[in-house]
């Protein structure tokens, strides 16, 4: 299970900053792609069980879900794709090599209280 690890770098990441900055995290906000190799349940569930008696206890870990987005060479437009499994344009079928976006795993913000 990689994503104890992954919620024990993140833990680790915020620690740091609220001690640069004075305060304790209130929130952690990350984005999560579905290529990211992170299995959302279980990287909430890892998380929770990370925090317990630690400083960061009760820093709630907010998750966004960004979606799988490819860019189609034949219709020359990004598109969004419904699975993982088929990387092909939802417009014209024709393959879409090219991610854009979807490999996520990124702590954007922290919430710090002073």
């Known amino acids: 299970m990689h994503e104890l690890s992954i919620a024990l770098s ?3 990441l915020a620690a740091e900053e609220a001690e640069r900055h004075g305060g304790r995290v209130v929130a952690i906000h990350l984005k999560l792609g579905p ?3 992170v299995i959302k349940p279980a990287l909430v569930s ?3 069980l990370a925090r ?3 400083p960061l206890a009760g820093a709630e870990l907010l998750v966004e879900e960004v979606p799988l987005v490819a ?3 034949a219709c020359a437009v990004e598109q969004t794709l ?3 499994q088929a990387l092909c344009c939802p ?3 024709g393959p879409t090599a090219e991610v854009v976006q979807g490999r996520e795993l990124d702590v954007v913000a922290l919430e710090i209280e002073s």
């Open 71 to 73: 860019y189609c060479p």
């Open 52 to 54: 317990e008696g630690t």
């Open 91 to 93: 417009e014209c079928g």
């Open 82 to 84: 419904e699975s993982v």
């Open 46 to 48: 890892a998380y929770d």
């Open 35 to 37: 290529l990211s190799g």
């Open 10 to 12: 993140i833990l680790d």
